[in-house]
């Protein structure tokens, strides 16, 4: 086993990142390109984006912005902040610090029709191609797979920057059996990333339970204790606090949040569950890094093969991940750790992913939910039959098979999602 090896993929994919990272990457597009036409004033902007990534742009408030305002929600306002504020050497938090009267040049950009979206006709998922134009120069910028993976820039027709490999072909092959002999062997002296990750997302679930953000999924669970609709359990106190994080994140928190895959839901939901579940019973500190580790890599695994954006709601992977984790820190084996995680994609396959949105704290109260349970029933010997379902002969099969139904079978419900959403602009 190669242990730096998975330090370096937890590093890769355990990202800060601040707001919803779809519209993010609008913003970074931009400002790429408004950094190399970086003379004159911007006279057209045209962006093609792929479907998936406009869906998870739609509906989402950026960060810092008022959650009332429709249209900060828009790609169009993520693109023209960043063509306003250009600092690309922020990555995934170059929304950081926004102004007022940035916001409202954003709009004055908007409303004066300089910036256009269309849909590209791109093979990835997550493609976005940006043509800026000044009135001396035009740059052409290319992002694939990646939120801030710039594969193509040209300038004025000539060809600065092109990468011939996509991000998704440098993720090296994981198991559960390789994460399960680097968890059990590595010092968590060497996983910085993991403690930090444990502090930035439990930074902004506290912040989601302080103040009126989104749909107020963890306030109100919270909130509902005194009546007897919840209990102050463990289960209710994790799902409360996991789903306030998104509920702050989704809804225009200025704190970051530590992402994984791309996603800061998944990453607040693969780590917050994990590190309720091992305060409550109070755990040593060394077991919980390593749960936490183990659910951030499930994580990573399942996603490398189901793509960073789907027709079906990341959420279930980052939940899944999270009931590995519990399993781990409930003393569960390899054995309970496959069991948990076929359980819980006997029990959430076929959640949709309807767009990124406020509503993405309650299937992340969902989800939290069933992590719990799953990882309860596994560390008490129940196994889901292989002839049920999509259950595969191993759990790496039934992977195989949840990501085939992701990526093939739900293609036709996910064209549909995306009409009835772009209807609505």
Known sequence: MDESKYITILNRELVKSLGCTEPIAFSYATAVARKYANQGIVTRVQINASPNLIKNAMAVTLPGTNPFEINLSSPLMAAALGIINPETNKNLEILNSITKSQIENAKEMISEGIISLGIANSNSKLYLEVILETNDSKAKVVVADFHTNVVLVEVDGQIIRKKSTSYMEKKEDLDIEGIWNFVETVDPSKLDIIHKSIEINKKICKEGLKKSYGLQV?????????????????????????????????????????????????????????????????????????????????????????????????????????????????????????????????????????????????????????????????????????????????????????CNLANHGMVPVDHQILEIMLQKT
Do not use: W
């Not at 789907?310 to 003393?331: D, E, F, K």
């Open 218 to 402: 963890g306030i109100n669970i919270k909130g509902n204790r005194d009546n007897g609709f919840f209990s102050n359990d463990i289960i209710s106190q994790a799902i409360a606090f996991t789903a306030a994080g998104s509920d702050a994140r989704m809804s225009g928190c200025s704190l970051p949040a530590m992402s994984n895959s791309g996603s800061g839901n998944q990453g607040i939901s693969t780590t917050i569950p994990v590190v309720i579940v091992g305060e409550k019973l109070d755990l040593p500190s060394e077991k919980l890094i390593k749960a936490v580790t183990l659910s951030n890599l499930i994580t990573i695994h399942i996603k490398s093969h189901f793509g960073l954006l789907s027709p079906m709601c990341g959420a279930i992977i980052s939940a899944t991940g999270a009931s590995c984790g519990i399993t781990y820190l409930l003393g569960g084996k390899k054995s309970e750790i496959r069991s948990a995680l076929q359980i819980m994609l006997a029990n959430l396959t076929g959640m949709i992913c309807d767009g990124a949105k406020s509503g993405c704290a309650l299937k992340i109260a969902t989800c939290t939910y069933s992590a719990i349970q799953s990882a309860l029933l596994a560390t008490n010997g129940v196994k889901i039959p292989t002839k049920e379902g999509i259950m595969g002969e191993t759990a790496e099969k039934t992977i195989e098979n949840f």
